[in-house]
């Protein structure tokens, strides 16, 4: 848990900015946004994946006017927090962003391919989920005066 006084700064990184670094960056928005100023990025950004965008929207979180963006777009700004989501996304990021802390909790990015919707959305909510837990436990704000 982290002792809050001003809004901090983070990204999350994966490889394609799609589903674990949008997720990833709605969730925190909404649960935590008076204490965050959030923003996400990829190696190759591809667009927002339409099954992230379902599963948070179940949880009353509308992503779907987030984009897609490049780390590049990023180079030079300083954070507070740079998270990467994915194996990938840590070994790829040929630009190091600047972090005060840098985390990484690499998450399996769900199939997206198979004839029953219902395992498809399965696999997008389990993720949602362990998003979910991983960042209230790890953005969690303290009180000022702890």
Not at 11 to 33: K, P
Not at 55 to 61: A, D, R, T, Y
Not at 98 to 112: A, L
Request: hydrophobic share 40%; net charge neutral.
């Amino acid at each position: 848990m982290i002792p809050m006084t001003e809004k901090k700064q983070v990204v999350f990184i994966c490889t394609f900015n799609s589903v674990r670094s949008q997720m990833a960056e709605g969730i925190l928005r909404h649960l935590f946004g008076d204490f965050y100023e959030v923003t996400s990025a990829g190696v190759a950004p591809a667009g927002i994946n339409p099954y992230a965008v379902a599963v948070l929207k179940e949880k009353g979180i509308d992503i779907s006017g987030q984009r897609s963006r490049s780390v590049m777009q990023f180079r030079g700004k300083d954070f507070d927090y740079v998270v990467t989501l994915c194996d990938d996304a840590k070994h790829k990021c040929t630009i190091p962003l600047k972090g005060t802390r840098t985390i990484h909790r690499p998450f399996v990015s769900p199939s997206e391919v198979d004839e029953d919707q219902e395992k498809v959305m399965a696999g997008f909510r389990s993720l949602r989920d362990e998003i979910w837990r991983f960042i209230e436990f790890t953005f969690r704000p303290l009180p000022p005066d702890t």
